[in-house]
């Protein structure tokens, strides 16, 4: 399924539809996040990593809260396994970097590990139950200024 796809950085208010779309598809759908918990008020305050196909179909999302927290990262089932998660999290990387943050962290389940791994995160917690998933904590440090 290997198509054109185009990552930008958003408010929440820009696509609220097509943010909500995918991660409702992925986090309530698929891993049955209850929605409440998915929708945790933060959005707002986050710049948005948005996936979408050269269509305009949304297929991947991530946020960067302000103090380098790295969430919700999320791609639609069918478009997994071709780079765009890796798109996605470099984008915020890079966004944070901008900002002049010295690290960013993220909460990864478990099974995502070594993807983060590959990307430079390391681990930083044992493993904990988040939503009923596995999760740990991981960290990535910038190198100097």
């Excluded at 609220?16 to 929605?35: G, N, W």
């Excluded at 780079?83 to 690290?103: F, S, V």
């Excluded at 493993?127 to 999760?135: N, R, T, V």
């Amino acid at each position: 399924m290997k198509t054109d796809y185009t990552i930008r950085l958003l408010r929440f208010d820009e696509a609220p539809d097509k943010l909500a779309a995918v991660r409702e598809s992925v986090f309530v759908k698929e891993q049955h996040v209850p929605i409440e918990l998915e929708w945790d008020g933060l959005d707002a305050g986050a710049v948005h990593a948005l996936a979408e196909t050269s269509q305009g179909e949304a297929i991947a999302t991530g946020r960067l809260l302000a103090d380098g927290h790295i969430g919700r990262m999320a791609v639609l089932l069918p478009w997994r396994g071709q780079g765009i998660g890796r798109g996605i999290l470099q984008t915020l990387m890079q966004a944070a970097q901008q900002r002049h943050l010295p690290r960013v962290f993220l909460s990864a389940q478990t099974h995502a590990i070594d993807f983060y791994r590959k990307q430079g995160f390391r681990l930083s917690s044992e493993e904990y139950l988040d939503a009923g998933i596995p999760h740990r904590d991981m960290v990535f440090e910038f190198d100097g200024p």
